[in-house]
């Protein structure tokens, strides 16, 4: 593919996650759900078909967009730094299934281990903020959630890669 | 990718093996604690849980209304966007918390009897 029509693609897909991130701010999911800081993911639908299609540093590209025109647009600087932590913990295990484990694992296993990792990242930076790690018990109850969004998305993942792959 | 993979199946256990340890470890750390801790900025609070108790917490331009009732502590509201704090409900249990991101403020509650789950010590 062309290095233009890949860029291309790059600002298609850190629009959609933008999209995707500001959407899915307007579902009160801590609420439905009762699990503080549940979120749906469907941002990294996106981060994580362009880590699989156009590469990792394309994919790392916009994570970092994500976050950050999530946080300047829709956000806070406290929001930044959650997100961030997350965001970066997530896409470490993408690269590593993209690079490591990319036979071993379906998207469905990739998206459950990048939302737990994100969970858990972000977790550690509420635990370095406050300066207490007690909150790692949340994960008690983010973790099991981040299964059932882990599957979610990564059944999303499945759908759509189908079409993105004869995009290339 | 189209089929579910054994290593699906791994990650999945790996990460219910974490959240169950975590469980397990929060289990044990229960106790009968009687004081609420609350933490905001440089100031940390303490107050007793078995005094019902109504306060207002003031930090990083939001201001928390929290209660205490029956032993238990919980945020009544918040000027805060996400409401988390409010919908994280009541904690009834040592070590485990309700934390306020937008206006770090972080209630947690702890042990004001360290020690006393010996009934002696002998060597």
Redesign the interface.
């Known amino acids: 593919m062309l290095s233009a029509k890949r860029v291309a693609f790059c600002g298609i897909f850190a629009c959609l996650a933008l999209i995707l991130s500001y959407v899915e701010s307007f579902l009160p999911m801590?609420?439905l759900t009762?699990v503080?800081?549940f979120k749906l993911g469907f941002a990294n639908i996106c981060v994580v078909i362009a880590v699989f299609s156009f590469g990792v540093g394309y994919g790392a590209f916009i994570m970092l967009l994500k976050v950050t025109l999530s946080a300047l647009l829709f956000g806070?600087v406290?929001?930044f730094w959650?997100s961030l932590g997350g965001s970066v913990l997530a896409f470490v295990f993408l690269a590593v299934a993209k690079c490591v484990?990319k036979d071993?694992?379906?998207?469905?296993?990739i998206s459950?281990?990048s939302a737990?990792l994100h969970n858990i990242g972000q977790v550690c930076v509420?635990c370095l903020?406050?300066g207490?790690s007690?909150?790692?018990?949340?994960?008690?109850w983010l973790?099991?959630v981040?299964?059932i969004t882990g599957v979610i998305t990564g059944s999303v993942v499945?759908l759509v890669?189908k079409y993105t792959e004869k995009l290339l | 990718?189209?089929?579910?993979?054994?290593?699906?199946?791994?990650?999945?256990a790996i990460?219910?093996i974490?959240?169950a340890a975590?469980?397990v470890?929060?289990f044990f750390m229960r106790s009968d604690k009687s004081v609420l801790l609350v933490?905001y900025g440089d100031n940390e609070d303490h107050y007793d849980l078995s005094v019902d108790n109504v306060f207002t917490v003031e930090n990083n331009g939001h201001t928390l209304v929290i209660e205490i009732k029956e032993g238990k502590a919980y945020v009544v509201s918040s000027t805060c966007d996400?409401?988390?704090?409010v919908?994280?409900?009541k904690i009834p249990s040592a070590?485990?918390?309700i934390?306020c991101?937008?206006a770090?403020v972080?209630l947690?509650i702890i042990s004001d009897n360290v020690g006393e789950g010996y009934d002696g010590v002998v060597g």
């Open positions: 801590s609420y009762g503080p800081g806070s406290t929001s959650f484990l071993r694992l379906s998207f469905i296993g459950v281990g737990a509420a903020v406050f207490d007690a909150l790692m018990l949340y994960l008690v973790l099991p981040s299964i499945q890669s | 990718m189209k089929n579910v993979k054994l290593g699906d199946i791994v990650v999945i990460v219910l974490v959240a975590l469980f470890f929060g933490s996400g409401q988390d704090c919908n994280m409900g070590h485990t918390t934390a991101l937008p770090r972080f947690k």
